[in-house]
C-alpha cells in the first residue's frame, strides 16, 4: 500500500513525466504539474502538451508566472511605441490594475515601457507564444471507498460539462483484480481511468477518455441535489473565459512543475531526505520511515531536527548544507523541462 495521497500523487506525476501519452510516440514536451487548477476547483496533476517551438519561446518571459493582468499586457502589447490604452483591449476593470501589470512587467525585462508627457507607451519586447496544446487533467483516489466514489464522480461530472482541459482522467492504485473496482463505480463514461502502480510507477489505461471541446462554450454546475428531484442549478461560461483560464494554469505549471513540494516541506531536517525511485527521485523522512506529506514535514513535527550548523559550513558538494542542496537539485530538475531557461 502507499503511504498517503501524497506519495501516490507523485508516483502519477513520475509516471506521465516518463510514460505519457500512455500509447504511441510522444511527440510533444511536456509540463508536469500538481494542485493546479481555477477558483471552485483543484486537480492533483496536470499534465500540459506543448508546442516544442512554443514552449522554447516562453523562456523569453522567465521562469515566473504570467498572470491574467500581465499576459493581458504582453499579448497585446504592439510592435511599435503606443499610449497604452491604446494598444490594449478593454480589460473589463480598472485601468489602474494595467498600469500597475505594465510596471512588473518592465520591471521583469519582459515589456518596454516609458512615459512621454502624462502617458505611459508601451512596446513589446518579445512575441507571446501559444505554447499550449492540450491540458490533461488527473484526479488521484489511490483508495475509493463508496463515500469517496460519490464525491468523486460529481466532481469529474463537473469536469466533464466544464470543458476546461481536453481530457479528464481519474488514476487509482492497480489491484490487478480481473476488472479494476473503479471501473465498477459509476463515474462519467468520459473520464479516463489510469491504474498505478505505486511500487514502481507504471501506468496502464483501464479506459480511455473522450476529448472535450475546450473551444466550444463550457457548462458551470453550481448545485445538483441528490436526495431530492430538484433540477441542477447551472450557468454557461464562454469559449474566452476558457481560453484565458488554461493560459493562466499552464502558466502556473511553467512556474512550480510537480516537484515544487520541496517548498512546503522541511529538507533542512536532518531526517529529511531524496530517494531513487524508477529514475526519480522522492522525498523520505528517515526518522518516521516513509514519504513525508507536507502536512507532517513542518516545525510541528516532533521528530524535526534542524541540521547542525556545521553541515552548512563545509562548502562542495553540497554548498549550503544538504537541504540547500535539495532545493537546488529540484530546482535543476525542474528547469531541465523548461528548453532556453538559463541555468
Not at 2 to 28: K, M, N, T, Y
Not at 138 to 161: F, G, M
Not at 166 to 171: L, M, P, R, S
Not at 185 to 214: I, N
Request: hydrophobic residues 35%; glycine residues 6%; proline residues 7%.
Amino acid at each position: 500500500m502507499i503511504d498517503s495521497e501524497f506519495a501516490f500523487e507523485l508516483r502519477v506525476c513520475q509516471w506521465a513525466e516518463r510514460a505519457w501519452p500512455s500509447e504511441g510516440d510522444r511527440r510533444r514536451p511536456l509540463v508536469i504539474a500538481r494542485q493546479l487548477g481555477v477558483k471552485r476547483r483543484r486537480w492533483d496533476t496536470i499534465v500540459v502538451e506543448c508546442n516544442p517551438e512554443g514552449l522554447r519561446q516562453r523562456a523569453s518571459f522567465g521562469r515566473e508566472r504570467l498572470d491574467g493582468d500581465l499576459l493581458h499586457v504582453v499579448r497585446h502589447a504592439p510592435g511599435e511605441w503606443t499610449y497604452y490604452r491604446d494598444a490594449l483591449p478593454e480589460p473589463g476593470y480598472s485601468w489602474r490594475y494595467v498600469r500597475e501589470a505594465i510596471h512588473t512587467a518592465a520591471d521583469r525585462g519582459i515589456l518596454d515601457s516609458r512615459k512621454r508627457g502624462n502617458r505611459i507607451e508601451i512596446r513589446q519586447r518579445y512575441a507571446y507564444p501559444e505554447w499550449v496544446e492540450r491540458i490533461v487533467a488527473i484526479e488521484n483516489k489511490p483508495d475509493l471507498d463508496a463515500s469517496a466514489a460519490r464525491t468523486l464522480a460529481a466532481q469529474i461530472e463537473r469536469d466533464v460539462a466544464m470543458g476546461l482541459a481536453d481530457e479528464v482522467w481519474v488514476a487509482t492504485e492497480r489491484t490487478d483484480d480481473r476488472v479494476e473496482p473503479i471501473l465498477l463505480e459509476d463515474l462519467p463514461t468520459a473520464a479516463g481511468v489510469l491504474t498505478v502502480d505505486p511500487t514502481t510507477s507504471e501506468g496502464d489505461v483501464a479506459w480511455y477518455p473522450q476529448a472535450l471541446a475546450v473551444d466550444a462554450p463550457g457548462t458551470r454546475i453550481l448545485d445538483r441535489p441528490d436526495d431530492d428531484l430538484s433540477a441542477a442549478r447551472f450557468e454557461y461560461v464562454d469559449a474566452t473565459w476558457k481560453a484565458d483560464k488554461r493560459r493562466q494554469i499552464a502558466e502556473r505549471a511553467y512556474e512550480r512543475g510537480w516537484r515544487a513540494y520541496v517548498e512546503t516541506m522541511r529538507p533542512d531536517c536532518r531526517h529529511f531526505e531524496l530517494r531513487a525511485t524508477d529514475g526519480d527521485v522522492v522525498p523520505y523522512c528517515a526518522a518516521k520511515d516513509r514519504v513525508p506529506t507536507p502536512a507532517l514535514c513542518r516545525h510541528a513535527c516532533g521528530e524535526f531536527e534542524p541540521e547542525p550548523p556545521v553541515w552548512r559550513t563545509r562548502g562542495w558538494p553540497i554548498d549550503g548544507g544538504p537541504g540547500a542542496g535539495i532545493k537546488r537539485l529540484l530546482a535543476r530538475q525542474r528547469r531541465r523541462k523548461r528548453p532556453g531557461l538559463d541555468e
